[in-house]
């Protein structure tokens, strides 16, 4: 069999990895055409071997919608033990393989929320500078493509509370998160303990936007306590000079409540109203469970974060 680089379309003994390969870039892209780009063949050559595909497995696979190529159940139902394969057959390809973060050049990915730009991300980058200086870090948003982009290899890692991932996914507990208040250390209406009765008559500013704002959302409704909001926010970001410089009330995690409470003149004070805690943690695809740069990536946080908390 004669044996080059690339996999002759025209070989009528196509080795099943690449047909394994197209499989799951089907089913990520739902594209012809990204599928053939990214393998580096024609649509033509793609085509094939998706008939191919439709032979060896005796069903459709993909139907052609205006969302582009969707899979059919038998498609959903394969797609899991496929990429385990295509895992497995990766691990075997780089057996020995390891990562060395002083003369790495690689970008690393991480999702994470914006109270972690300001709590987890100036301690990871201090890290990351002393021990791999060549390393570049790319930081997103979480989001509702944060599984995808996981699964696809286009993220490395999330932090922070990413509710909804499915099968395929790893997860490790880094620290538990309560619920805390934020005020003006010289609050005229607060003393030293923040009570029910204060968190009803006061106003407040809340952050709309984040998987934890829609926790302390559901516990308020259920205990029937509305906030006074006078103002909103998407994010963390400028809530320290607000709430130091205001006599509004910020309920908040309390990792980024301690946080702001040392940068800025302002007193903490547990939450009067009970809200159900979380644990912050990181969380990656099953694809990259063993390749080495994820591995190190994720002992870093490890070791800098877990069950540290706000420190």
């Not at 996981?150 to 099968?167: F, H, N």
């Not at 006078?230 to 990792?255: N, Q």
């Not at 003149?265 to 912050?280: E, G, K, N, Q, S």
């Not at 190190?296 to 490890?302: H, Y």
């Amino acid at each position: 069999m004669r044996r080059t680089n690339s996999v002759d379309a025209a070989d009528p003994q196509l080795p099943d990895v690449h047909l394994l390969r197209l499989f799951d870039l089907l089913y990520s892209t739902h594209s012809v055409t990204r599928a053939a780009e990214q393998l580096g063949l024609s649509q033509p050559t793609v085509s094939i071997w998706l008939g191919k595909l439709r032979q060896k497995l005796h069903d459709p696979l993909f139907v052609r919608t205006p969302a582009g190529m969707q899979p059919t159940p038998h498609a959903d139902a394969l797609i899991v033990p496929a990429r385990e394969a295509l895992e497995a057959l990766r691990r075997l390809s780089v057996k020995g393989a390891v990562f060395e973060p002083s003369s790495s050049t690689r970008r690393f990915r991480i999702c994470m929320t914006d109270a972690s730009h300001i709590t987890l991300l100036p301690r990871l980058l201090a890290h990351m500078r002393a021990l791999a200086p060549g390393v570049t870090l790319e930081v997103a948003r979480i989001g509702d493509d944060t599984a995808h982009a996981l699964q696809a290899g286009e993220a490395d890692i999330a932090l922070g509370l990413v509710p909804g991932l499915e099968a395929g996914f790893y997860q490790q507990t880094l620290y538990p998160q309560d619920w805390v208040c934020l005020v003006n250390a010289n609050h005229a209406r607060i003393g030293k303990t923040l009570t029910l009765r204060h968190y009803k008559a006061e106003a407040h500013v809340g952050i709309v936007a984040g998987t934890g704002a829609q926790l302390l959302a559901d516990a308020l409704e259920r205990q029937g306590v509305q906030r006074r909001i006078v103002l909103e926010l998407p994010g963390f970001l400028g809530l320290g000079a607000i709430v130091s410089t205001t006599d509004l009330v910020a309920t908040l995690p309390r990792h980024i409540g301690q946080t702001l409470a040392d940068i800025s003149a302002m007193a903490l004070h547990r939450c009067p109203v009970p809200v159900p805690p979380f644990d912050v943690k990181q969380h990656w695809h099953a694809r990259y469970h063993h390749e080495p740069g994820n591995r190190w990536l994720r002992g870093v946080v490890a070791a800098l974060f877990m069950r540290s908390g706000s420190r």
